[in-house]
């Protein structure tokens, strides 16, 4: 059983450009939600997708968007980039319709804005 | 306001000891609380997940208690290892808000030997 896989492991971006993430969700997972935990503190929810569609979204601008493909995968999509969004952006796999438990988490992608 | 609040201050234990962890939450009504383990760099790691109608989950070393009067919830680590040294965060799946989870803002526990 594979777990949650996110690229690139960490990234530099300068303020006022675009950058993408991607993760692959755990074998079996239709559902993929994305956090952003700044430095010190809890994962902030951003969005999740199921079965291609958005399924709930935290509060976060429309700058942030995302994708999520037929074999479950996602992308998560920064526009704007302004130096707050310095942060570390994780991934979360689970199944709806399945067991209610706990979330499987990448190991993230650690995004710098200078 | 909602508010989910955890000790922001580390928690220094000595190894063999018991480390008990607060989590404290106002204005939510979760139908389910999840602890999980971060080190740093990496995604938090699931570990215990109790229901709203349940006091007390037990996993190993682990023990987690649930009182959705006093809208608290005590995480325990007994007979405590440096390994086990860790930032641990508790979750909250509000009943309201579909699959999604909200998070404290987590406490460092470090263990010496």
């Known amino acids: 059983e594979t777990g949650v896989t996110q690229s690139p492991t960490h990234l530099i971006k300068t303020r006022g450009q675009q950058v993408t993430l991607r993760c692959s969700s755990q074998s079996g997972h239709n559902t993929v939600s994305w956090y952003q935990q700044a430095l010190g503190q809890g994962p902030q929810f951003i969005f999740q997708y199921y079965r291609e569609e958005e399924n709930g979204r935290g509060n976060f601008p429309p700058r942030f968007s995302g994708l999520q493909f037929p074999n479950y995968s996602s992308e998560l999509n920064v526009n704007a980039l302004e130096l707050d969004d310095s942060a570390l952006y994780l991934c979360a796999s689970s199944l709806v319709g399945g067991p209610r438990g706990g979330y499987t988490f990448g190991s993230g992608t650690r995004l710098t804005v200078v | 306001s909602q508010k989910i609040e955890q000790n922001s201050e580390a928690l220094n234990i000595q190894e063999g000891k018991t480390a008990t962890l607060t989590c404290n939450y106002t204005?939510?009504?979760?139908?389910?609380l999840q602890w999980y383990r971060q080190d740093p760099g990496r995604g938090p790691v699931f570990l215990l997940l109790i229901r709203e109608n349940e006091k007390e989950k037990r996993k190993e070393r682990l023990k987690v208690t649930f009182d959705t009067t006093l809208k608290q919830s005590l995480f325990h680590i007994t007979a405590s290892q440096p390994a086990d040294s860790a930032t641990y965060l508790c979750?909250?799946?509000?009943?309201?808000?579909?699959?999604?989870?909200?998070f404290g803002g987590g406490t460092r526990v470090l263990v010496k030997p």
């Open positions: 979750a909250l799946d509000i009943k309201a808000a579909g699959n999604k989870l909200t």
């Open positions: 204005n939510y009504s979760p139908a389910y």
